[in-house]
């Protein structure tokens, strides 16, 4: 791990000290973006993932790296620039925001975003070349009624319900593409079950994608071109047989080398975890046999107990329940429990088993330390809370350092 200072584009605090000028003694001095707590993104391993699924992806079709979320809390930015260093020219984001903060940091490329935009920002959508997903017939009229060109994906609907122009409805598909204005660059729809390994839901997942193909079928039909076509996301991948003329695969999860839940079907592709999350202990102290301890007083000390406080909390986007299920770090190569009640920027770790625990030390909540690891995947589980979601809510008061 580095413990340079981060340039300053990766880091809102060096942005803040960048922009106001110091008095001379304080020159050069900078927030650290260690200091305290921070997601540390592995690059290598993001280009490596993305290496792994485009390669399993049948001759024709591209990953298009789904960096919504802040890339799923790795930090989106300096996590699509490095994939496009390697050569991914295709993002999908969930909204306008996210959209131009990739383009104004120098994403190029196709950049698609997959939820609402309302019709009146479609001329930033023109502005910083931004593909629209339309979410339906009424969403496409009023996009295309701004009078500006735009270049869309169409969503289609094949049974989850969430957006789409409902797959059957052929009328609506092939009047959207005559719709003024709006050019159609694709046309996709989204799983629902495609990761799930009952039977059931196999079937489903199935049944959408012969809705899907009979639907880009019927737009072939009717002598129009559906640009790019593209169903799967990531457990799609490895769960569907390959799609012939797919143009896409949209990999979010997957390209962050986790997965979403135990009960996924498991990805048999070699895919490494890209994020470790660190922070610091502020203290370290001996507390006695009985003594209490934290808010509540929820901890009490079955023995003399050396309690670590450590720089992180539910404030920080760790879930408030972890500490009361079984939670633990990594500190010098060992697991250590976290005891009592999680603060909103601090919580307590018994480092009883780590006597020479010291303040400053570094301490690994998700991640590698010493030849022990911690995923995201336990503390996911530990919640009973979706890998997602975990990594979706850590909060941009952890800076992201990149290595
Ligand atoms: C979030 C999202 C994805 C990525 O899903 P993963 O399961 O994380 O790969 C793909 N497509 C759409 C429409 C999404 O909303």
């Known amino acids: 791990m ?3 200072l981060l340039p300053a584009r990766h880091s809102s605090l060096s942005l803040f000290s960048a922009l106001r000028r110091l008095p001379r003694p304080l020159e050069g001095l900078r927030v650290s973006p ?9 690059l290598d391993a993001a280009c490596h993932n993305a290496q792994v699924l485009q390669n399993a992806l049948p001759a024709g079709c591209r990953l298009m790296a789904v960096v919504k979320a802040d890339a799923y809390g790795h930090g989106a930015v300096p996590l699509s ?3 496009q260093r390697e050569g991914v020219d295709a993002f999908a984001v969930a909204c306008l925001s996210e959209g ?41 009229e009023a996009l295309s009624a701004q009078r500006i060109p735009l270049r869309v994906h169409l969503a289609l609907d094949t049974g989850m319900h969430r957006l789409g122009i409902p797959a059957e409805d052929k009328e609506a598909l092939l009047t959207l593409f005559h719709l003024p204005h709006l050019q159609v660059e694709g046309v996709f729809s989204h799983l629902c079950t495609a990761d799930s390994p009952i039977p059931r839901d196999a079937a489903f997942a ?41 143009a896409y695969a949209r990999a979010g999860i997957a390209l962050y080398g ?48 050396r309690l670590a406080v450590v720089t992180i909390g539910y404030a920080d986007g760790l879930p408030a329940c972890l500490t009361q299920r079984g939670g633990e770090v990594l500190l010098s190569g060992r697991r250590c429990p976290m005891v ?13 088993a780590v006597p020479q625990a010291v303040a400053g030390d570094t301490v690994t909540l998700i991640g590698e330390d010493g030849g022990r690891e911690i995923r995201a995947e336990e503390v ?4 009973g809370i979706l890998t997602n979601e975990f990594l979706a809510g850590l909060g941009h008061r952890l800076p992201v350092v990149c290595r």
């Open 34 to 42: 260690t200091g305290r707590a921070w997601r540390e993104t592995n």
């Open 81 to 83: 620039l490095a994939l």
């Open 100 to 140: 131009i903060a990739l383009r104004r940091r120098g994403v190029r490329g196709t950049i698609l975003i997959l939820g609402y935009t309302p019709p009146e920002e479609v001329p930033l959508l023109q502005h910083f070349r931004l593909q629209q997903a339309v979410a339906d017939l009424s969403h496409g």
């Open 380 to 383: 996911a589980q530990k919640c």
């Open 2 to 4: 580095t413990e340079a």
């Open 340 to 352: 009592g009640r999680m603060c909103m920027d601090q919580l307590l770790v018994d480092v009883t």
């Open 206 to 246: 199935r049944r959408q994608l012969a809705l899907f193909e009979d639907a880009v079928q019927c737009i072939r039909n009717a002598g129009l071109n559906p640009g790019a076509v593209h169903l799967q996301a990531s457990a799609g991948i490895w769960t569907l047989p390959p799609r012939p003329g797919s």
């Open 258 to 305: 986790v997965q979403s839940s135990p009960g996924c079907v498991p990805c048999p592709l070699p895919l490494r975890p890209v994020l470790s999350l660190r922070a610091r202990a502020a203290s370290v102290r001996t507390i006695s046999a009985g003594e209490r301890a934290g808010y509540g007083l929820a901890f009490q000390a079955a023995r003399d107990t």
